[in-house]
């Protein structure tokens, strides 16, 4: 549990950061072939990506926390993922057939990294295996609240306006918030008490 204010801070930008990437995710996942299917691709097409989006996501699943051991590289790959998961998801307002294969592959890649980075700042955010658990537990928590919530607002918005262009401009707001909020926490302390050494007495560590 945090012990400090730093540390509250730190656990909240990474329930924010967690639970964007969830909302942003099964956004995705949930309204992606009926979005596709009312802008012209037919609905086995819509289905096959939707399949792809989660096969192609699986690489950088792998890849992203290899990148973001380093706080810069973590910054740089915060803002590669936060602008074009914006850039893909406003893509989705114009996109035609023809398009739908590329714009899948880039928000699966995407998206799939946001999670990679998510999941890699619950660890390295931890100074304990404990305190990881506790943190985990509740950005977990949290994030698929929103991540429901988030997809039904989404569906209301297209319900009431008949056109999905609200909530696509929505979503790319909140990954623009996403890449802000790792950048954030790149720096910031890491969440509870390291355990003590053989050398050192528990308590002993820095106040």
Not at 97 to 102: D, I, N
């Amino acid at each position: 549990m945090p012990r400090a204010p730093g540390q509250c801070w730190t656990t909240a930008l990474i329930v924010v950061v967690f639970g964007l990437q969830a909302v942003l995710y099964f956004f995705v996942a949930g309204w992606l072939p009926t979005v596709l299917g009312e802008a012209g691709t037919d609905a086995g097409t819509a289905a096959n990506l939707l399949a792809w989006f989660s096969v192609v996501g699986f690489i950088s699943t792998l890849v992203t926390p290899m990148l973001v051991v380093r706080p810069i590289m973590l910054r740089v790959t915060a803002v590669v993922i936060g602008v074009g998961i914006a850039g893909g998801v406003l893509w989705l307002t114009v996109v035609v057939p023809g398009q739908a294969f590329a714009l899948v592959s880039v928000l699966g890649l995407l998206q799939s990294g946001a999670f990679g980075v998510a999941m890699s700042l619950l660890v390295a955010k931890a100074a304990s295996p404990a305190a990881a658990g506790t943190l985990s537990a509740l950005a977990q928590g949290i994030g698929f609240v929103l991540a429901a919530v988030g997809s039904a607002v989404v569906g209301s918005l297209r319900l009431s306006t008949g056109s999905w262009d609200a909530g696509l401009w929505i979503m790319a707001g909140l990954a623009l918030v996403f890449g802000a909020a790792v950048i954030a926490v790149a720096g910031r302390p890491a969440i509870g008490q390291r355990p003590a050494t053989r050398n050192e007495p528990v308590g002993s560590g820095p106040r």
